[in-house]
């Protein structure tokens, strides 16, 4: 390459240039759409965005980011909530939204095959047809690729599993050039090492993602949904646990506290009774099994001082109960205008759930805040949607210190400090505390992939600043 | 360390010295008992055997070993089949089996410890009382540890997920005497790099097990089994994916091939249609439940060309009806007395499956050779049965011909070499083909766990000799 050239005129010459532009952009408003997420108070500007249309241009690429030593930080859909898709100040965003393609669906082998830029909505409008979806739902209209690179689960998790069960396999690009198939079309397999499940859940920091593919499930015949409410949260989980101890692997499993539930009545002049709530959907053969799942449904309920409130069987009917529960970001929005928020998201065993959830309770009240709690509660993930003005210093400093709190309490209790968001840059500072020595470990792992320290730097496992 | 110690010495030196003779065993049963495995007519003789009881004689083994350059293979149960515990010719082999405790056993959290050496039918025996089980189902009472190792799986897998899924945490240790706690007991998480799932499906190249905490799940609270034979293959296939379709998903769906119910029933003195058989098994929340799900089956066995012709419901009717199904390497010894097995073990997707077994049928033909072809069908893997007098040569010749052409089938349609049997030594040979250039980066981490190659070496990722 010509040692006369800049990292950038060098990235230009290496990718196509189109009549609009081309693939390299150092537009301010390309930088700054990429300069943040949706989770981190953080702007971190990049200096270059890539719209990569193949895996050719990934390459390229990763070769002028390798030749001149220039960070690369892959992007989706920019919904990352730790800082995991923030750019290194001066680096590249690689944006592989354009990478787009759905390919190879087998509905008898359940597969299909993505490019990393696919959103989950549009891939689901795809399945539909067939009688297939791809369950992993974390709430976001996010990228399949960044659904990977986080290991991201959600609302379904509790039945289906989450990315790191549904990616069959991956094709990575690595930092030396070389691109890697990981995973194979069968269902099952003991060959080899688990390449394929080491870069699931690495944030872009072991390799770019060029394309996945993925396990498809049939949509369920006949679905219900109920919304359960209970005297006390200790009743709602227990609730839970009577569930799953029964065999009754539902759908969806979700909490929503008291106080979440009267701000969502106020939002949406609903009137549900507001007590510790929980959300099931259950899945049937038909529409007799699936009604039959709700009567055991109501059996544990009133077993474990509970009632049914809600009961919905209709598309329309199941889209307004679940409202309810998937209104709470809008509620808290329209209570305080102007708020800034911070998700919460730690996960714990399902025997810690109530301590845990009175341990939250309890540092909000101590730290003179008040915050939604809703969770997946059947996998033991919690979330608290922190809240204050942007620029109230005491509130955020009340907000990181009970969240801090909140974490070390998982981690005591054998949890995890990141349930689904991923570690990014604001969940680094719990590695030492979870992974003790295996976070060395993972520090080799990553200056094998990345002896430069180029891919995604100071993510995940990366020293704090 | 006394540099006039050799290893022995100094292995005896850093271990408990008992009455009964100690931990470390040069005697000749004790090695030729290690020098073994069920699936692979080689022997390969360890220079000691080290029973260890605790994490901390492993810590010493590996301690020894490292100072002296000495290889340690790790055995459990030594049921492996494809060579994966036979200890390195002069090594250590690392018996774990009195690592067999049972503890922190949390029926709210569905989660329980097990030492390496615990074994299954003994871990469901002591959970049973509670209502739990651990549902991974190899066939073999193999240890928890070896099961860990290969990521083993089994007839329950196509509901449970196998080892990968249902591992919680692991204690491993390394060879440069640290100890890592990988996983936790939060049932999912994306924090940080999945050590773990690395760990898992290893078989001893990378690190001890030292101890694992497992997922537990209830005991269905009703089950109900069939039996349904099919004109031909083809159909039985296509009744196994209209299940999976149907979302019906079974606790166990397996197959076997008309020549082998016709060999059961010689031995059983059974009469079962000897024809392309399914057995499936499934759960409900009541009987009624279970008795919906047949009336399913017994349609989609219809709608396929097939018929139910067996159905159990009490647990010893189902244990009769499966009987069948597990008494193929009864009936093939009965059949063969004399003969040595070597067991085929490949997965495919489920869209391949129909085209496999025609494959696999006129490569048994092609090489004049006959051999019981089962399969866990819900999950794309089948095992051909195959067999010949130990000093046949000419047989044996064509049989790894045979076998060598129906892995490379399965490489071409995507799928695996092994779908649970591991790799061990006989399939290193497919790593390249199957992984690509992903061998190399296996080769790289292995090089960084285990630098000077003492931990099972040449297994799975290590060059053909």
């Not at 990934?58 to 909530?81: D, P, Q, Y």
Request: proline content about 6%.
């Amino acid at each position: 390459m010509n040692p006369e050239l800049n990292w950038q005129a060098a990235l230009q010459a290496a990718l196509p240039k189109l009549d609009s532009g081309g693939r390299v952009s150092f537009a301010p408003g390309d930088l700054a759409g990429h300069a943040h997420d949706e989770g981190v108070p953080l702007i971190s500007t990049p200096s270059a965005v890539v719209f990569a249309h193949s895996e050719a241009e990934i390459l390229a690429t990763l070769a002028v980011a390798r030749e001149f030593g220039v960070a690369v930080t892959a992007w989706g859909a920019g919904t990352s909530l730790e800082g995991g898709v923030l750019p290194a100040p001066g680096g590249i965003s690689l944006d592989l939204g354009a990478l787009d393609g759905i390919s190879e669906l087998d509905p008898v082998g359940f597969t299909v095959r993505v490019g990393p830029g696919v959103r989950r909505v549009a891939l689901n409008r795809r399945l539909r047809p067939h009688g297939l979806f791809f369950p992993v739902d974390p709430g976001a209209d996010a990228t399949l690729g960044g659904m990977a690179a986080t290991n991201a689960s959600g609302t379904t998790t509790v039945r289906y599993g989450g990315m790191r069960e549904n990616v069959m396999a991956l094709r990575v690009a690595l930092m030396d050039g070389r691109v890697l198939n990981l995973g194979s079309l069968a269902r099952k397999s003991s060959s080899g090492y688990a390449l394929k499940q080491l870069l699931i859940g690495s944030e872009g920091t072991l390799g770019v993602i060029t394309s996945l593919t993925l396990r498809l499930h049939p949509l369920p015949p006949a679905t219900v949904s109920a919304q359960l409410a209970f005297p006390d949260v200790a009743a709602a989980v227990s609730a839970s646990v009577v569930l799953r101890g029964l065999g009754l692997t539902p759908e969806r499993l979700e909490f929503v506290d008291a106080d979440t539930v009267a701000a969502v009545n106020r939002h949406r002049a609903r009137h549900d009774p507001e007590l510790p709530t929980l959300w099931v959907e259950l899945a049937g053969r038909d529409t007799a099994d699936a009604e039959a799942g709700l009567t055991l449904l109501r059996e544990v309920a009133a077993d474990t001082g509970g009632q049914v409130v809600g009961e919905a069987r209709t598309p329309e009917a199941q889209s307004d109960l679940w409202a309810a529960r998937h209104g709470v970001y809008d509620a808290l929005r329209a209570a305080w205008p102007g708020h800034a928020t911070r998700i919460g998201d730690i996960c714990v065993p399902l025997s810690a759930l109530a301590e845990t959830v009175a341990l939250m309770t309890q540092t909000l009240s101590e730290h003179a805040l008040t915050a939604p709690l809703v969770g997946h509660i059947g996998d033991g993930n919690l979330h608290l949607l922190m809240h204050a003005p942007p620029e109230d210093a005491g509130a955020w400093a009340r907000i990181d210190h009970a969240l801090h709190t909140i974490a070390l309490h998982a981690l005591s209790v054998g949890g995890t400090c990141t349930g689904e968001h991923g570690v990014g840059l604001r969940k680094r500072v719990y590695m030492r505390e979870e992974h003790g020595e295996a976070l060395d470990v993972m520090r080799d792992v990553k200056a094998l992939f990345d002896p430069q320290n180029l891919l995604n730097p100071g993510k995940v496992v990366g020293e704090i600043d």
